[in-house]
């Protein structure tokens, strides 16, 4: 017996596939100087770690975009999954840092299949129903990131850093069992159509001639970088200006996930109550740029009491949980035949763009204001906005754009 798309269940299956990439890099940040300690290695070379993941999981979905277009979703999902539990196994075996940099790069090209998710939601449902869907993907995905680094210092108080690793092989397992069992196939796949370098070329050459898909890809990409740019920056101003305990932040962050979730939630309730996306959009991405544009007036200004700073960076959480389902929807959406192509297109736009963003951040951190991830913030919400006002609100499909 199939899972119903129209199901919550079905909702949170995709959820939890889609976090799947997330939960690969929160779960582990506990562990790090454990792993350095037990591979003779120090915590910062362990953080390369993190970055093999992440280069992995930014460049694969590249790959499994065309493929997922022409043999389907689900083949590409369980052969994902299936080799994220053995790259996980060899993490938890890995007896020294080379091994376990090369483990993880291929974890990270496992987890990648699933950012095919998207591309299963556009397959299975109009524009509105996609909204709201995509909108319960981005609550499941969040309520992932608040569980996992507690998760993950609970496996390493247990039985150390490599119950970790093995733990996300469990979780592969049994994501494998349900996606067999109660998945369907979601893609049209044309049998002709061949999967050959020129032809996925040819697709990737459609997605960045096309003005409305390319506009949104650099729109996301864009406003998730002043995501990236608090995720990275809130830890360095509060646990190493401020001065808060890892746990106290551990509160902020989680606040801020949940206001993620919050605007995602209010997304899909403004959609039920007919309010055009275009229209949310809009509010999103000029609520993010006014926070974090007043973050970084306060904070040149000699006036950015924590409690200010944690308050705006909630506004932009909220702001990209509202934005992102409508960014989502509308960069698939002109598309729909190569939606696996589209949204690998836009997740790798977006990783690469948020590690810049990161870089950014660390690298002008002053140690002593938020001024470096405020200045980062606020120019990639302002460069979400200019696009958006410039390109996104005349590109191409009048139906989405026209209460604007």
């Known amino acids: 017996m199939k899972i119903q798309p129209a199901s919550a269940a079905f909702t949170v299956l995709l959820g939890l596939l889609a976090a799947v990439p997330y939960s690969g890099i929160d779960i582990n940040l506990p562990a790090l100087a454990a792993t350095g300690a037990a591979l003779g290695a120090s915590p910062s070379h362990v953080g390369l770690t993190m970055s093999a993941f992440m280069l992995s999981l930014a460049m694969a979905p590249l790959i499994y975009g065309p493929i997922s277009d022409r043999v389907g979703r689900k083949p590409v999902v369980v052969f994902g999954l299936a080799l994220f539990v053995i790259a996980s196994l060899a993490c938890a075996a890995a007896q020294s840092l080379p091994m376990l940099l090369l483990c993880r ?29 995509i909108g319960g993907i981005v609550v499941t995905v969040n309520v992932v990131t608040v569980i996992a680094p507690t998760a993950g ?3 390493l108080a247990i039985g150390g850093w490599r119950l970790i690793y093995a733990c996300q092989a469990a979780v592969g397992v049994m994501l494998i069992a349900v996606v067999l069992w ?27 001639t096309h003005p409305v898909s390319l506009a949104f890809i650099l729109i996301g990409a864009a406003a998730g970088s002043a995501v990236f740019a608090y995720v990275t ?3 360095l101003y509060f646990i190493g200006v401020v001065g808060l305990q890892p746990k106290q932040y551990g509160l902020i962050f989680s606040a801020c996930s949940a206001a993620v979730m919050f605007g995602a939630f209010l997304d899909g309730r403004l959609s039920r109550q007919g309010f055009a996306p275009a229209d949310v959009l809009t509010v999103g ?7 974090a544009g007043t973050m970084l007036v306060t904070t040149l200004a000699g006036w950015s009491p924590p409690a200010l700073v944690a308050a705006l960076l909630m506004v932009v959480a909220l702001s990209f949980g509202l934005s992102l389902p409508n960014l989502m929807n509308a960069t698939m959406q002109p598309l729909p035949d190569i939606a696996g192509a589209v949204g690998a297109a836009a997740g790798t736009v977006q990783m690469t763009a948020g590690a810049i963003a990161s870089g950014l951040v660390a690298l002008l951190f002053d140690g002593r204001t938020a001024l470096a991830m405020a200045a980062v913030m606020a120019a990639s919400a302002l460069l979400a906005l200019t696009l958006y006002l410039r390109f996104g609100r ?7 754009v026209s209460s604007v």
């Open 105 to 133: 790069a291929v974890q990270g090209v496992g987890a990648a299949s699933t950012t095919t998710t998207y591309a299963i939601i556009r397959d299975l449902f109009d524009e509105a129903s996609a909204r709201a869907k």
């Open 233 to 235: 920056g809130s830890s």
């Open 182 to 208: 109660g998945m369907a196939e979601s893609a049209k796949t044309v049998a002709e159509r061949r999967l050959g370098a020129s032809a996925v070329f040819k697709d990737y050459l459609r997605i960045v």
């Open 153 to 155: 210092a609970a496996l």
């Open 285 to 291: 991405l000029v609520l993010s740029f006014a926070a």
């Open 394 to 400: 005349s590109a191409g499909r009048p139906t989405w």
